[in-house]
């Protein structure tokens, strides 16, 4: 019998890791090969949770996507919304009214806040940090009694139409945003207390996980990860969009674009978004806050019992839709996580012809081999949870 | 966004280097689209991104849409942007369905065209997904196999003529059914 040679420095393992762990959020499989505790190779395998939901726009009229597409990335919920009815609107070449425009920054803002508590309490309970879970989701729990408030559903409101918002904000509503606004950067601060002077959290995060800028642009990566390397790329401020150009806000970036950055990076932006959030309830207008265009948007309820016009169109929206021109376009927005771009083409029926959505879970997950190859394995976790992939907008 | 003649002066300046290559210019919803051969898509990626004073060098989306019953009937987009001027361009190449060389597992001809993964490493993933829901084989990409869906699937399920609802679910009502 031939004795077993075997190197114990150099031997290489291959490892499968997931695809349900609580390490990495969601439903993500990492074939990772490892030399002792140090990560050589690594290939992310994605799919687990393709529903299909590109394909079933498709059979919706276009009114009837918009609770579909939300349930892509289920913690922006929000933002894929506004993918989705701006792509619509820029198609039909519909304005909405200021006060829509205004309510939809709060409510983008408000989810922005929400989608980077998710992030931090996960993050920061992967490292060991386990309280700060409590004290983010307590933060999180009170954006969701907002979104209730206003909405009816605390996840996936559906608060967004073609044309505006769904519903004017409830009596009580601002007050009650008033106050989380004035909470908000003191709990922020809270965090930073609790870890920027963590001894355990700065070595897990400083230097590690570190990609240049020029290939996290090759990557396409956006969002925090590109700031947190240096480059100020925000699609708020590039275009022209919402109510942004009327706010005063700034764009953090890092230096050094290592897991540290990342995580003061997203913090950062937590605030500013509480700014923005505060100027446009200051600078709300009065006014409708849904378009009045009856081809599109539904008449108002108290009309139905008097309007026989309104009855037509109130009928015809609901059960037909309303027809879209042929056309085709790409709508881009700045998600918590990046770009991301709705396409949607139209082909003069009620129904999309086709629906894609650019996640940018779903790119920014290339730049994890670049992120991870070289590193341990405990920092590979770290640079997962900072990558802040959301599973059900990475497969959709 | 380049304005009308911006986008003619680069249909004229790809027109000179590779003549054929352009083969329709056109504004839709506040985008500019250039149409292209596919034969030619590097050619005309690898000017926009590198020639002096175009410089589209971030590829924010490539994706397909498939115009059933129009001819050709795919078209691959890809959103270029560039973010010193913050300009986006749309390219298009059109693909006939199924070239004669490329076939798919049931003997069926695919459409083809190459892979800009060496322009744009971002591409991998997405042109993956591309060939994954519309079967359409990127030539030269490094791992070409499916993405999102099971690798013994068998179908491209986001081509329109691609039912929905057509597999069976088993529930335990009608498992007898579909066992």
């Known amino acids: 019998m031939a004795e077993l ?23 993500l499989r990492l074939v990772v090969d490892l030399e002792g505790e140090v990560v050589r190779d690594l290939k992310p395998v994605i799919g687990y949770v393709h529903t299909g939901i590109e394909k079933s726009c498709e059979e919706k009229s276009y009114w009837k996507v918009i609770p579909f597409v939300e349930r892509m990335d289920y913690v922006s919920y929000f933002f894929q919304m506004e993918a989705f009815c701006g792509a619509v609107e820029r198609l039909i070449e519909l304005e909405i009214p200021p006060r829509a425009k205004y309510l939809r920054t709060i409510f983008l803002e408000l989810n922005r806040i929400h989608s980077h508590l998710v992030w931090l309490g996960t993050t920061a309970l992967d490292l060991g940090a386990i309280s700060m879970l409590w004290y983010c989701f307590r933060e999180r729990d009170r954006i969701l009694d907002l979104f209730e408030m206003a ?12 044309g505006g918002v769904i519903e004017d904000i409830p009596l009580g509503f601002e007050q009650k945003l008033r106050e989380f606004v004035r909470d908000m950067p003191v709990r922020v601060g809270q965090y930073q207390a609790l870890l920027d002077r963590n001894e355990v959290f700065l070595s897990r995060t400083k230097n590690t996980g570190v990609v240049s800028r020029e290939r996290l642009l090759e990557l396409g990566v956006t969002g925090p990860l590109l700031r947190a390397a240096g480059e100020p790329w925000d699609l708020r401020k590039a275009f022209d969009y919402l109510a942004y150009p009327e706010f005063d806000f700034k764009v953090p970036v890092g230096t050094v674009g290592d897991n540290y950055d990342r995580y003061r990076v997203r913090v950062a932006e937590m605030v500013e978004s509480t700014r923005i959030v505060e100027q446009a309830l200051d600078g709300l207008p009065e006014g409708p806050f849904i378009a009045d265009d009856r081809k599109y948007v539904l008449p108002p309820r108290s009309e139905l019992s008097t309007s026989m016009e309104s009855l037509i169109h109130h009928f015809k929206l609901v059960t037909e839709g309303y027809r879209v021109g042929p056309g085709e376009i790409y709508y881009a927005i700045e998600s918590p996580r990046g770009e991301l771009g709705c396409f949607v083409l139209a082909d003069g029926s009620a129904k999309p012809a086709r629906v894609h959505f650019r996640d940018p879970s779903f790119v920014n997950l290339q730049a994890f081999r670049d992120m ?9 976790i770290c640079s997962l949870g900072m990558l802040d992939p959301i599973l059900g907008g990475v497969d959709r | 966004m380049p304005d009308a003649p911006g986008l003619e002066l680069i249909r004229g300046e790809i027109e000179a280097a590779h003549p054929g290559a352009v083969v329709d210019t056109g504004f839709a919803q506040e985008r500019a689209v250039l149409s292209i051969d596919p034969a030619h898509v590097l050619a005309v990626l690898g000017w926009l991104r590198e020639a002096p004073g175009q410089g589209y060098r971030f590829l924010s989306s490539l994706h397909v849409a498939d115009y059933l ?32 060389a490329a076939t798919g597992p049931a003997g069926q001809r695919l459409p083809e065209i190459d892979s800009c993964v060496s322009l744009f490493p971002t591409a991998e993933f997405q042109e993956r ?35 929905v609802g057509g597999e069976p679910v088993t529930f335990t009502y009608n498992e007898r059914q579909y066992g």
């Open chain 1, 5 to 27: 040679v075997e190197d114990r420095a150099t031997e290489v393992m291959t490892v499968n890791i997931g695809p349900h762990h609580p390490a990495t959020h969601g439903v």
């Open chain 1, 372 to 380: 991870s190859v070289g590193s341990y394995i405990a920092d590979m």
């Open chain 1, 151 to 162: 909405a009816g559903q605390r996840m996936h409101t559906r608060y967004f139409q073609v």
């Open chain 2, 69 to 100: 019953p129009a001819e050709p009937r795919f078209a691959v987009h890809y959103e270029l942007l560039n973010r010193g001027r913050v300009e986006r361009i749309r390219v298009k190449a059109l693909l006939e369905d199924g070239s004669p």
């Open chain 2, 129 to 163: 997904e591309a060939f994954d829901f519309f079967g359409i084989v990127f030539k030269g990409h490094p791992d070409l196999t499916r993405i999102l869906l099971p690798e013994d699937y068998v179908g491209w399920p986001q081509r329109r003529d691609f039912p």
